[in-house]
């Protein structure tokens, strides 16, 4: 297929759709063109790489061009998505996930090319790029923002209400870059050698791309729906929450309000090109900062004091930071460690059965550090400060403490327990002045959701299993379970070396992968929100 001039844009609006009917392969189709004009270039020039993705039926075709624009135009980027809606393809009840995969890749491209590094975060900008997605097909959305630029954006496919609805969601912001150790631009959305790079493939945009292309899915095929789909690609969530989960919970509750979300936190694990698990996480650990403050004379350096703040601190530091808290199993770790035992050697599976024995909970901390903070509240000194002078003995030395907790831990018992282990009057133990991210009940291993989920994993992975998870780090999934909403957290298709990438640096996501979390994604979704006859 060849293009010649496709249009002439005036950078006047921050999206514009034009649609038209084009011949494709002897049929008419409606060709929707999304120009999305941001101010993410910071060059004077005119001349602008655009993508053209046409979908048609079951296959992509893309290239690249360049459009000169005309007009004393600075820093303005374009994006253009052509979707092709088959009437061949809204006769089938099934996706084409092949078509699905590539499109799902198109968006991330996009996504992963609007730098939301948090902070500032900046969403507003891919909120508006997947407002002209969701418009190119009619779908109403809303950008909601509590402050300008912080852009959470909301769309809904309405069921029958017959049940309560279904929440699809991700974040938009990522973390911040170490540039000059990337080997990649990370925010050009490269695809190299069966992977997309950049900052976000993974940690969320894949996973909004994900869920928006099912969503694009159940609104082309019309499947008949019991409960309503939401879709939710929200801000914030690398620290700032009070910008995104917070605000459409507290402000805008019955947007969202569902009896199931799908959100991160789970992986589709590969192992040497095998799927051996998906790893669904039903809670979280949460995040619960202590402060440990040593007060004591200053001084000249050259005179050794017995209450010098940096000594006493040290040793404050080094017990907490060497204590086994003890160790419990809630029902999401039980079914973890039972069904990891099932995939695993056999001198593996040995320890994983009887994780309970002090000798098995010194070797997972020495071999399987993940393991062993699933298992127990964890206390992690991450920061030390003390001291401005080599020959001052400061007053007052502090060390922060990157405290896990279980989701029941008594926090006034533990800072209490810790007390009791420094056991020395010039240590203050200070617990977090804020409440942060909600202690909740886990997610249940008992309904519709995660039923569909592990029936989906049969389906599409028959050899592994569903390995139910706690995960360690914090998810938005925490806000709405506070909520009474059931939250599940999924991922892509990674590997360990895919998933250690997340947060550093060459972050990446296999675009098989992708195609293979789409699929399952939209099986999951579409056993617990399409109607029984239409199944
Ligand atoms: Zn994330």
Redesign the pocket.
């Known amino acids: 297929m060849r293009y010649k001039k496709i249009a002439r844009l005036k950078a006047n609006s921050a999206a514009q759709v034009i649609t038209t009917r084009v011949l494709l392969g002897g049929m008419f189709h409606n060709l929707s063109i999304v120009l999305r004009l941001s101010n993410a270039a910071p060059s004077a020039s005119c001349c602008y790489a655009i993508d053209f993705c046409v979908l048609s039926i079951g296959r992509t075709r893309s290239t690249k061009e360049t459009m000169r624009l005309p007009g004393p135009v600075t820093g303005l980027a374009v994006v253009v998505l052509f979707s092709v809606i088959g009437s061949a393809q809204s006769q089938s009840s099934v996706p084409d996930f092949s078509a699905a995969r590539d499109e799902a890749l198109k968006i991330l491209e996009g996504l992963v090319r609007i730098d939301t590094s948090n902070p500032p975060g900046n969403e507003t900008r891919t909120a508006q790029y997947i407002k002209a997605v969701l418009d190119a097909e009619s779908i109403p959305a809303e950008i909601l923002e509590l402050q300008p630029g912080r852009g959470n954006i909301i769309a809904r496919i309405h069921g029958n209400g017959s049940k309560k609805p279904l929440l699809l969601m991700?974040?938009l912001d990522?973390v911040g870059v170490e540039r000059d150790k990337w080997t990649l631009d990370p925010f050009a959305g490269i695809v190299k050698e069966g992977y997309i790079y950049g900052r976000g493939a993974s940690?969320?945009k894949g996973?909004v791309s994900a869920c928006l292309e099912v969503f694009l899915q159940l609104h082309r095929l019309k499947v008949p729906l019991d409960r309503d789909v939401i879709f939710l690609a929200e801000d914030g969530?690398?620290g700032t929450s009070k910008f995104g989960i917070d605000f459409m919970v507290e402000q805008h509750w019955d947007k969202i309000a569902s009896e199931f979300a799908l959100n991160?936190?789970g992986s589709i694990h590969n192992e040497n090109g095998r799927i051996n698990y998906v790893g669904v996480s039903t809670t979280e650990k949460v995040p619960r900062g202590f402060r440990l403050v040593a007060h004591g004379s200053s001084g000249h350096g050259s005179v050794p004091r017995l209450d010098n703040a940096i000594v006493h601190l040290a040793a404050a530091v080094a017990k907490v930071g060497k204590w086994q808290t003890p160790m419990r199993l809630n029902e999401t770790t039980r079914a973890f460690f039972s069904r990891l035992a099932q995939i695993s050697s056999p001198e593996e599976a040995a320890l994983y059965r009887q994780v309970e024995h002090p000798q098995v909970q010194e070797k997972l901390r020495a071999l399987k550090a993940p393991y062993y903070s699933m298992l127990r509240t964890s206390i992690v000194p991450t920061i030390i400060k003390g001291g401005f002078r080599s020959n001052v003995i400061p007053a007052e030395a502090e060390a922060t403490l990157d405290v896990r907790a279980l989701p029941d831990e008594d926090i006034p018992a533990l800072a209490a327990t810790m007390r009791r282990l420094i056991n020395d009057s010039e240590i203050e133990v200070i617990p977090p002045s804020t409440p942060g991210r909600p202690a909740t009940p886990a997610s249940s291993l008992d309904t519709e959701m995660f039923r569909a989920l592990e029936a989906a994993q049969k389906k599409l992975f028959p050899g592994a299993i569903t390995l139910p998870l706690m995960v360690t780090?914090a998810?938005d999934s925490a806000q709405l379970r506070a909520k009474g909403v059931q939250a599940y957290g999924l991922g892509s298709v990674s590997t360990d070396q895919d998933r250690s990438r997340?947060h550093g640096n060459d972050e990446r996501l296999s675009i098989e992968g992708l195609g293979k979390f789409v699929q399952f994604l939209y099986t999951a979704a579409t056993d617990v929100a399409a109607s029984r006859r239409a199944r």
Do not use: R, Y
Request: hydrophobic share 25%; aromatic share 0%.
């Open positions: 991700g974040h990522v940690d969320d996973m969530e690398e991160e936190g780090g998810t997340v």
